[in-house]
């Protein structure tokens, strides 16, 4: 899971500046490719596909301000992180710099070492945005194994709780995606309310896609958190659900093959939980698939299940079951 130095596209006019701050950057860890106007600039974007680009203002051909324009008007550059440069700029130079869409406007005479962080600030923000579901605003799949990997590398215990909704596809074919999306979001906020009311610190908590969730915490936290989480959901459940459903307890929908009507329960949570203090992980996948591996048996359980490895149960004992539920 090592990482690639992230190309930073410096665009200056003046050769002996762009040179020097490329220099500065390569100590800093990032990888430099150079453009010294506008058109030069275009090129290399299309070519080279840059972390970041440093445009000069002033540049020749295609000035800087209207470069930033035209890669904010591209959907393939859209969300290019962007930072202008500027000889003694005014308030309105960065003003206008910002409204033309860039993320930061650097003066110059500047400081290497102040570009260099500006510049990792800017990508660490768009790789932010970028990994996060644009549904519930919390990590995605890359994010999610970064802070696990990271916790593996420094030793930390962990407990990977991986969560899904039961019975989500009746959701959907009964009251169609939107209200499908209400239940994901509804989820995610549960997920944040778990984490607070368990008091889990220090706690990771991510969205995997669709109705797949993942929480990060200490293994003293997972049986509370996950405990709360489907208390937390089950209530939502009664409020998203039709009334006639809830007062019935099950969802009546078409089967998609034979298309005769079926039932389904209410939504439910199945919940897998990899702890490291049972299994040793070489590596985040490695948790990933054994949380993968409980999820599935506790989705062959009804209800809210909660699916731990063997040897270690809710009550800290090593004895079996390795499965608890907390229907109420």
Same mark, same amino acid.
């Given at each position: 899971?090592?990482?690639?130095?992230?190309?930073?596209?410096?665009?200056?006019?003046?050769?002996?500046?762009?040179?020097?701050?490329?220099?500065?950057?390569?100590?800093?860890?990032?990888?430099?490719?150079?453009?010294?106007?506008?058109?030069?600039?275009?090129?290399?974007?299309?070519?080279?596909?840059?972390?970041?680009?440093?445009?000069?203002?002033?540049?020749?051909?295609?000035?800087?301000?209207?470069?930033?324009?035209?890669?904010?008007?591209?959907?393939?550059?859209?969300?290019?992180?962007?930072?202008?440069?500027?000889?003694?700029?005014?308030? /309105?130079?960065?003003?206008? =710099?910002?409204?033309? $869409?860039? #993320?930061?406007? @650097?003066?110059?005479?500047?400081?290497? &070492? !102040?570009?260099?962080?500006?510049?990792?600030?800017?990508?660490?923000?768009?790789?932010?945005?970028?990994?996060?579901?644009?549904?519930?605003?919390?990590?995605?799949?890359?994010?999610?194994?970064?802070?696990?990997?990271?916790?593996?590398?420094?030793?930390?215990?962990?407990?990977?709780?991986?969560?899904?909704?039961?019975?989500?596809?009746?959701?959907?074919?009964?009251?169609?995606?939107?209200?499908?999306?209400?239940?994901?979001?509804?989820?995610?906020?549960?997920?944040?309310?778990?984490?607070?009311?368990?008091?889990? /610190?220090?706690?990771?908590? =991510?969205?995997?896609? $669709?109705? #797949?969730?993942? @929480?990060?915490?200490?293994?003293?936290? &997972? !049986?509370?958190?996950?405990?709360?989480?489907?208390?937390?959901?089950?209530?939502?459940?009664?409020?998203?659900?039709?009334?006639?459903?809830?007062?019935?307890?099950?969802?009546?929908?078409a089967d998609r093959t034979s298309r005769r009507l079926t039932r389904s329960r209410l939504p439910t949570l199945s919940t897998g939980v990899a702890l490291s203090t049972v299994r040793r992980f070489a590596?985040?996948?490695?948790?990933?698939?054994?949380?993968?591996?409980?999820?599935?048996?506790?989705?062959?359980?009804?209800?809210?299940?909660?699916?731990?490895?063997?040897?270690?149960?809710? =009550?800290?004992?090593?004895?079996?079951?390795?499965?608890?539920?907390?229907?109420?």
């Open positions: 899971m090592a990482n690639t130095p992230e190309l930073v596209l410096i665009s200056d006019a003046d050769p002996e500046i762009a040179e020097f701050l490329a220099a500065r950057l390569r100590a800093d860890g990032f990888d430099t490719a150079l453009a010294r106007d506008g058109y030069q600039a275009l090129a290399g974007i299309a070519l080279r596909r840059p972390g970041i680009v440093l445009l000069e203002a002033d540049l020749p051909f295609i000035d800087g301000l209207a470069l930033t324009r035209q890669l904010r008007a591209d959907p393939a550059t859209a969300s290019l992180p962007i930072i202008l440069l500027g000889a003694q700029p005014s308030s /309105a130079d960065k003003i206008a =710099g910002l409204k033309a $869409g860039a #993320d930061d406007y @650097i003066a110059k005479p500047f400081d290497p &070492a !102040e570009v260099s962080a500006r510049i990792d600030s800017a990508i660490r923000r768009h790789r932010e945005v970028r990994e996060s579901s644009p549904l519930t605003g919390m990590p995605g799949n890359d994010r999610i194994l970064r802070e696990l990997q990271s916790w593996i590398k420094r030793g930390d215990p962990f407990a990977l709780c991986y969560i899904d909704i039961d019975q989500f596809k009746a959701v959907n074919d009964v009251y169609g995606f939107v209200r499908g999306d209400e239940f994901i979001r509804a989820l995610a906020e549960c997920v944040y309310a778990a984490a607070g009311d368990a008091g889990a /610190a220090p706690v990771f908590l =991510g969205h995997v896609g $669709g109705d #797949d969730f993942t @929480i990060l915490c200490l293994p003293e936290h &997972a !049986e509370a958190v996950t405990g709360f989480l489907n208390d937390h959901f089950a209530r939502r459940v009664r409020a998203l659900c039709e009334p006639r459903d809830v007062e019935r307890g099950y969802i009546e929908h590596d985040a996948y490695e948790a990933v698939a054994e949380a993968t591996t409980l999820k599935s048996v506790a989705k062959s359980h009804p209800g809210n299940y909660v699916a731990f490895p063997e040897g270690r149960t809710p =009550g800290r004992t090593n004895r079996r079951p390795v499965f608890w539920t907390n229907d109420r």
